[in-house]
């Protein structure tokens, strides 16, 4: 099979096609033949060597994919030759036209959810539930800023913000992005590029602030969020791109409450509530990602750096 395989941390152009072996499917496993993959900032760390977990040497990328399961290992039971599935983590690396996955890795795809679609679920919609239920605690009511709302974990952030009643205020960087999130439901859209944004934020919440607010480049936006939350206001760090000067009585001046988060932590239980949580919002139509660009699996290296450089816009995916 094709797949791109990484044989030393480094720029872009480090992945390289090859010609790989099919994986070998044991007990309680599943293989996966792949039609999408979901391109994550996470897999461009990795690549770069400077992600604190680093893969051990060669590697192939991913950790998120949709395909149709064509094999099952001995003592499967939850999954079926032919069924639908979206992947949420993997033995062998999800860049590739197979993936070999534990039976926990691999999760129900609706008939109505592309496989495009369904490349596009774990990371990002993982995230948005951890950051919104698990750590935020959001309720009915309340007012969420999700900054950097236009990006794969935005508008998932977005779209369970939706489904449970809070009034979100989104930021994008560009007119594309700003009509993307107004049509996912965000009901006050903000170009984070124009200067002083974020006294709009303080209008709108008649001075008050926000409840909460996810936050996905740390090193550019804290000092600023904590401006505009609300007393007794919860942040929650999501993303971060380098170090930043911060002044700590913001927060305290708020008796604001701020969070880290990376899915690594997360625990298992944590994990089965997540994937019910993902599994019945994809099949009420609930949620529903958006594919922003497709590269095809030669071309991961365009995807790393449009993932990087280029303004969010919905979810990249290759496709093997």
């Known amino acids: 099979m094709k797949a791109i395989v990484v044989r030393e941390f480094g720029v872009p152009d480090v992945m390289k096609l090859e010609e790989v072996s099919i994986p070998q499917v044991?007990?309680?496993?599943?293989?996966?033949?792949?039609?999408?993959?979901?391109?994550?900032?996470?897999?461009?760390?990795?690549?770069?060597?400077?992600?604190?977990?680093?893969?051990?040497l060669p590697y192939t990328p991913g950790s998120d994919a949709a395909g149709t399961i064509i094999e099952l290992g001995e003592g499967v039971k939850k999954f079926s030759v032919g069924q639908r599935v979206y992947v949420s983590d993997n033995l062998s690396?999800?860049?590739?036209?197979?993936?070999?996955?534990?039976?926990?890795?691999?999760?129900?795809?609706?008939?109505?959810?592309?496989?495009?679609?369904?490349?596009?679920v774990n990371v990002p919609y993982s995230t948005a539930y951890r950051a919104l239920f698990q750590k935020a605690h959001v309720k009915p009511s309340e007012t969420v800023l999700i900054h950097g709302a236009s990006g794969g974990v935005g508008i998932a952030a977005v779209q369970f913000a939706r489904g449970n009643?809070?009034?979100?205020?989104?930021?994008?960087?560009?007119?594309?992005?700003?009509?993307?999130?107004?049509?996912?439901?965000?009901?006050?859209?903000?170009?984070?590029?124009?200067?002083?944004?974020?006294?709009?934020?303080?209008?709108?919440?008649?001075?008050?602030?926000?409840?909460?607010?996810?936050?996905?480049?740390?090193n550019v936006n804290l000092n600023k969020d904590l401006t505009v939350i609300k007393?007794?206001?919860?942040?929650?760090?999501?993303?971060?791109?380098?170090?930043?000067?911060?002044?700590?009585?913001l927060a305290m001046s708020k008796d604001a409450t701020l969070k880290g988060m990376t899915?690594?932590?997360?625990?298992?239980?944590?994990?089965?509530?997540?994937?019910a949580a993902?599994?019945?919002?994809?099949?009420?139509?609930?949620?529903?990602?958006?594919?922003?660009?497709?590269?095809?699996?030669?071309?991961?290296p365009k995807a790393h750096e449009s993932i990087i450089t280029s303004n969010a816009?919905?979810?990249?995916?290759?496709?093997p």
């Open 26 to 56: 044991s007990e309680k496993q599943v293989l996966v033949k792949i039609e999408a993959v979901g391109i994550n900032p996470v897999d461009t760390y990795r690549r770069s060597g400077l992600y604190p977990v680093k893969p051990l």
């Open 93 to 120: 690396g999800a860049y590739a036209e197979f993936a070999l996955c534990s039976e926990n890795q691999v999760h129900k795809l609706p008939d109505s959810v592309s496989f495009e679609e369904g490349a596009g």
């Open 165 to 218: 009643g809070l009034n979100i205020i989104g930021t994008a960087g560009t007119n594309e992005g700003l009509q993307l999130i107004k049509e996912q439901g965000v009901q006050h859209a903000l170009n984070h590029h124009e200067d002083n944004y974020l006294d709009e934020v303080l209008k709108i919440t008649n001075g008050q602030g926000v409840d909460v607010i996810l936050e996905m480049l740390a």
């Open 231 to 249: 007393k007794g206001g919860r942040l929650v760090i999501i993303g971060n791109r380098g170090k930043i000067e911060f002044d700590p009585r």
């Open 263 to 275: 899915l690594l932590n997360v625990e298992n239980s944590d994990w089965i509530v997540i994937h």
């Open 278 to 300: 993902i599994g019945a919002c994809l099949e009420k139509g609930l949620i529903r990602p958006v594919i922003g660009e497709r590269f095809k699996l030669e071309d991961a």
């Open 313 to 319: 816009y919905g979810k990249i995916v290759l496709i």
